[in-house]
C-alpha cells in the first residue's frame, strides 16, 4: 500500500512537502511516480523516478521548484514543493510502478502497480 500525507492550503510563494510512505516494500525495487489533477483537467505527471538508481524527472512545469527525495530506508518518498502557484492546486498522487515514461510533454509510469489515495495541494492568498 502507499499512504500519502502533507496536502494542505498555502499561500502563492510557499512551500508544502509530501509524503508517499510504503508499505510492505521498499522503493529500491519500483520506480516511483508524482502525479496531480486539478478540477476539470487531465492527470498530469510532476516527476517519476528511480530512488534506487538515484535517476528522477520532473515536468517542465515543476522543474526547479520541486524537488524528489527518500529517507535511508527508501520506505517514504518525499515531493517537497517550493514557490508553489495557483496553477499547482491539484489533488497528488503517488504511485508505483515496473518502468519510467519519459517523453518531451509526459512522464508516468509503466506497469502500474499501486497508487496512494491522493492528497489536495491548494495555493490560494
Known amino acids: 500500500q502507499l499512504a500519502e500525507s502533507g496536502g494542505g492550503l498555502v499561500q502563492p510563494g510557499g512551500s508544502l512537502r509530501l509524503s508517499c510512505a510504503a508499505s510492505?516494500?521498499?522503493?529500491?525495487?519500483?520506480?516511483i511516480g508524482w502525479f496531480r489533477q486539478a478540477p476539470g483537467k487531465e492527470r498530469e505527471g510532476v516527476s517519476c523516478?528511480?530512488?534506487?538508481?538515484?535517476?528522477?524527472y520532473y515536468s517542465d512545469s515543476v522543474k526547479g521548484r520541486f524537488t524528489v527525495s527518500a529517507d535511508s530506508a527508501k520506505k517514504i518518498v518525499y515531493l517537497q514543493m517550493n514557490n508553489l502557484k495557483p496553477e499547482d492546486t491539484a489533488v497528488y498522487y503517488c504511485?508505483?510502478?515496473?518502468?519510467?515514461?519519459?517523453?518531451?510533454?509526459?512522464?508516468?509510469?509503466?506497469?502500474?502497480?499501486?497508487w496512494g489515495q491522493g492528497t489536495q495541494v491548494t495555493v490560494s492568498s
Open positions: 510492505g516494500f521498499t522503493f529500491d525495487y519500483y520506480m
Open positions: 523516478a528511480s530512488i534506487g538508481e538515484n535517476i528522477i
Open positions: 504511485a508505483v510502478g515496473n518502468g519510467l515514461v519519459v517523453a518531451p510533454t509526459h512522464l508516468g509510469l509503466n506497469g502500474l502497480r499501486l
